[in-house]
């Protein structure tokens, strides 16, 4: 599997991702609430659901011993943000 050279290396990489995602979900927050005023109030709950996944997975890298399993961490978290901007973007 992993050693723990790797980790040094995996980390910062998520960790910069994270904020990635989190910058990003806000500025389509913004967005969202500026182009569709009238579907805001729908949307809002999964922009907010987004960003904490997004702020919960930063905290999470800070943990080293969660970093033993990054594979699986970092599938869950950009699938729920995939998932999420899926149903923000629904019929």
Do not use: K, N
């Not at 927050?29 to 930063?58: G, N, T």
Request: charged share 10%; net charge negative.
């Amino acid at each position: 599997m992993d050693d723990d050279g790797d980790l040094g290396f995996i980390a910062p990489t998520l960790r910069a991702s994270t904020l990635a995602l989190v910058a990003f979900q806000i500025a389509y927050l913004v967005l969202d609430r500026l182009e569709y005023p009238l579907r805001f109030a729908q949307s809002c709950p999964l922009h907010l659901a987004s960003i904490a996944v997004a702020v919960l997975a930063f905290t999470v890298t800070l943990s080293p011993g969660a970093l033993r399993y990054w594979r699986g961490f970092s599938i869950a978290v950009f699938a729920l943000t995939i998932a999420c901007a899926v149903w923000i973007g629904g019929p």
